[in-house]
């Protein structure tokens, strides 16, 4: 996490900078030389707390179908499901028991603590009602360092999910937090070792693990003593866990805030949240190592394998607004610009063995996208940051060409965001993204599509005229008289709650599927109006 000096002397700084309301982006038109790779079409995916799966997505007797609607949702729009990480802190406590009944069988004690998991066979039922072709990453136990259970849980997995459905295997979910702390070289002997050897039992004919799964932030800067030490994708490598061959990519979690304890729990609010300047500057803190794993692994290699905006299950007010749509918005597509091939938003419940100090207990996370059960937390329902996805699935469509840049605020030669002190005007309110197709006959003279971002804070309970900027975006169209398409993101106010009042081009999705008729406006004039917390996708 970013140090509590550093976030309260960013809060003062930008709280005396003026918003915009014209912003021209400034050519050339042509794919810029930081611009991403391919993306992944599942970029936008999803890593469901193990102990939580059956709750979000039924049972083959009783399946989730509001769950399984927004998943088909996504898939619709890109032709690739998003995929799934069957994983968590409750990984590294769940077991395999062939004789068992029922799909899932979690022990809680009296006090409403969850000490461990066990699945059976029907438990892949229960996975088997994901949209067809939903590829699996799996979490397997490192923490009781029981290979045993660990090679029955693979075994398990690879003949319980159907042919070609698994992507990977996880070992351990963030074991540099463990409290018999690995250092890189302990967790490279035995991850590799099993690694290896699950490989040989279950004849695998190619690297299917995913290593690292650490979620301590990169110290900055990143030649600080000791950085080099901590354990992560990077010196894990280094350390020898692919000598092997098994390391098929790799994983590193990531909570910019958190509601862990009282001092972070103060920090975690929505100004805050919804901030380009803040949560580009903590992307960043990834850069080196992702740079690293792409060489090391190939270009698709890296994986933000869980995220969310405040660990410890969110924060109600700030995780489950408009918000965090705005927030989840721009940091896939910043994440997307710095060669993070896929996003595993993280979703579950409050666990009360996290923290002591915690703010949540029990029922589900705020930060989830969806309630798929009712709970103490609320009611079956959809919130604000599920249109998201949306507008991340309809942006990548279906072509495997598409590259992304970061327009505005843009980057310095080092490759880090652009910041409010280096020329960033809006204090981190405006952002600009640009989407480049190889397929498409223009190539990289032209863009083919722009999400337009525009963070500052409005709210519902906000009177007078909500703000606005005009982006200009001349400098990128390549026939001036084309009419441009354009679909919005949008809310009455960043503090709203309710899916039935944020819509994607028009629609509501509180029920699954989409409510009220599709809206799309067409203009010839490359002046984009865009309200206080709105987003828009415009296709050229």
Same mark, same amino acid.
């Given at each position: ?8 002397? %960013?809060?003062?700084?930008?709280? +005396? ?64 499901? !998003? ?96 409290? !018999?702390?690995?250092?890189?070289? @302990? ?13 040989? !039992? ?14 301590? /932030?990169?110290?900055? #800067? ?7 030490? !901590? ?12 000598? /092997? ?63 969310? @905006? ?6 109600? =007010?700030?995780?489950?607004? +408009? ?9 896939? %597509?910043?994440?997307? &610009? ?23 207990? =029990? ?8 309630? #798929? ?33 970061? %327009? ?6 080092? =490759? ?18 640009? +989407? ?6 223009? @190539? ?56 039935? %009042? ?14 009220? &008729? ?7 004039? @490359? ?14």
């Amino acid at each position: 996490m970013l140090a509590l000096s550093w976030l309260y002397a %960013l809060s003062v700084h930008l709280s +005396f900078a003026v918003a915009l309301s014209f912003l021209k982006l400034e050519g050339p038109p042509s794919l810029p030389h930081d611009a991403s790779h391919p993306l992944n079409l599942a970029l936008a995916s999803f890593s469901i707390e193990t102990a939580f799966f059956e709750e979000f997505f039924g049972n083959a007797s009783a399946p989730n179908k509001l769950s399984l609607n927004l998943l088909e949702n996504l898939k619709a729009r890109t032709g690739v499901p !998003a995929e799934i990480r069957i994983g968590g802190i409750t990984a590294d406590s769940t077991y395999w028991n062939a004789s068992q009944t029922v799909a899932l069988s979690n022990f809680i004690d009296s006090t409403g603590a969850l000490h461990n998991t066990t699945i059976g066979p029907q438990f892949w039922k229960s996975v088997g009602l994901l949209p067809q072709g939903t590829r699996i990453i799996m979490t397997l136990d490192l923490h009781d360092l029981n290979y045993a259970d660990a090679l029955a849980m693979a075994k398990a997995t690879s003949e319980g999910l159907q042919s070609g459905q698994l992507f990977a295997f996880e070992i351990g979910n963030e074991p540099d937090q463990y409290q !018999a702390a690995f250092n890189p070289q @302990s967790y490279a002997s035995t991850w590799g070792t099993w690694a290896k050897n699950i490989s040989s !039992a279950l004849h695998l004919k190619s690297p299917e693990f995913q290593v690292g799964a650490t979620v301590i /932030d990169p110290l900055w #800067p990143y030649d600080t003593p000791g950085a080099s030490s !901590a354990l992560d994708c990077v010196s894990a490598l280094e350390a020898g866990a692919n000598s /092997d061959h098994v390391v098929k990519s790799c994983s590193e979690h990531t909570y910019q805030y958190s509601v862990c304890d009282p001092a972070r729990t103060a920090v975690a609010t929505l100004p805050n949240l919804v901030n380009h300047t803040r949560l580009a500057e903590y992307l960043d803190l990834w850069q080196p190592r992702i740079k690293t794993v792409r060489q090391l692994l190939g270009d698709d290699a890296f994986v933000i394998g869980e995220y969310n @905006s405040v660990s410890c299950s969110g924060k109600d =007010g700030v995780s489950n607004t +408009f918000g965090q749509a705005l927030w989840l918005l721009d940091t896939t %597509l910043y994440a997307a &610009s710095l060669n993070v091939s896929r996003m595993y938003m993280h979703q579950g419940g409050p666990l009360a063995l996290q923290s002591s100090t915690q703010l949540n207990h =029990g029922g589900l996370s705020f930060y989830d996208m969806w309630y #798929p059960v009712q709970n103490q937390n609320g009611p079956v329902q959809v919130f604000p940051s599920y249109a998201t996805y949306l507008f991340i699935t309809e942006a990548l469509g279906r072509s495997t060409s598409t590259r992304i840049a970061n %327009l505005y605020p843009g980057r310095q030669s080092n =490759g880090s965001t652009i910041t409010t002190a280096l020329g960033d005007k809006s204090a981190g309110q405006l952002v600009a993204y640009g +989407f480049w197709d190889d397929s498409q006959p223009s @190539s990289r003279a032209f863009p083919t599509k722009f999400a337009l971002l525009n963070l500052q804070i409005f709210n519902q309970t906000q009177s007078g005229p909500r703000p606005l900027v005009q982006f200009d975006i001349s400098a990128f169209r390549q026939d001036l008289r084309r009419p441009i398409t354009i679909r919005r993101l949008q809310a009455p106010g960043a503090d709203v709650k309710l899916a039935n %009042l944020t819509t994607w081009a028009g629609q509501s999705y509180s029920t699954g599927v989409a409510a009220g &008729s599709l809206k799309e406006e067409k203009q010839v004039s @490359s002046i984009i109006k865009v309200e206080a917390s709105e987003a828009a996708l415009v296709v050229l």
